[in-house]
């Protein structure tokens, strides 16, 4: 069935490391893909998004491109800040509709100083 | 400033009893979204409703049940609750395709309801 895995956490790095955190998805069709990011004590919010293959999404620093060939969308980050600390998910739109996503696991990202 | 609250931050029941958590949203939105967030799951869809008084159950939806009245208000109820009912949850909203393809994409989230089943 539909679904996505990324990579595991916790990722501990230090500031101004780079970051990438791994997603894959499986799915029917060509989905949109999504990050989200939930930072301590709140809710999630909409990192970064991409709606076809090849398309690159990119916010505050961060970036992932849509692979179809490897169906991955991984996020990455040149230089990391403290303020990055936080639970990034990786996302599909479902294909049956009513704008349904799919969510990874999550994986929890640690930045020190 | 687009906003979906949810009713508490935190709440502690008891084994049995039913639970209410509410989410308003004011922007209007057809969409919306319940989901539980547990570590290494993360999020599963309970239920979700694209109009008032629609609903469609999600991927867990045993245990639970919704209720859409009015637009903006979207409530889950927890008929009888148990312990592995513990969890966060979480209430998310979205426009409808009708709005357009890029806005139909993103769902706006609230901060969470962080329930503990004693």
């Known amino acids: 069935g539909d679904s996505v895995t990324q990579m595991e956490g916790p990722v501990t790095l230090s500031e101004e490391a780079f970051l990438t955190i791994n997603c894959t998805y499986t799915?029917?069709?060509?989905?949109?893909l999504f990050w989200y990011v939930q930072y301590p004590g709140e809710g999630l919010q909409l990192l970064l998004k991409a709606t076809k293959a090849d398309d690159k999404g990119s916010n505050k620093g961060f970036e992932a491109t849509y692979r179809k060939e490897t169906t991955s969308f991984h996020l990455e980050k040149g230089s990391v800040q403290v303020s990055d600390s936080a639970v990034y998910f990786c996302a599909f739109r479902f294909s049956g509709g009513y704008n349904k996503l799919i969510f990874g696991a999550g994986t929890r990202l640690a930045v020190h100083p | 400033d687009v906003k979906v609250t949810q009713s508490s931050r935190y709440l502690v029941k008891r084994t049995g009893e039913k639970v209410f958590l509410e989410c308003v949203q004011d922007?209007?939105?057809?969409?919306m979204f319940w989901y539980r967030q547990d570590p290494g799951l993360g999020l599963r869809l309970i239920y979700f409703?694209?109009?008032?008084?629609?609903?469609e159950k999600g991927d867990i939806p045993e245990g639970y049940s919704v209720s859409r009245e009015k637009k903006e208000r979207f409530s889950l109820i927890l008929e009888s609750a148990s312990t592995n009912q513990t969890s966060m949850y979480l209430c998310a909203s979205s426009p409808s395709f009708t709005s357009g393809p890029d806005s139909y994409n993103e769902q706006f989230f609230g901060p969470g309801t962080r329930l503990t089943v004693l």
């Open positions: 922007m209007d939105h057809e969409n």
């Open positions: 799915a029917t069709g060509y989905p949109s």
């Open positions: 409703s694209y109009d008032v008084k629609m609903k």
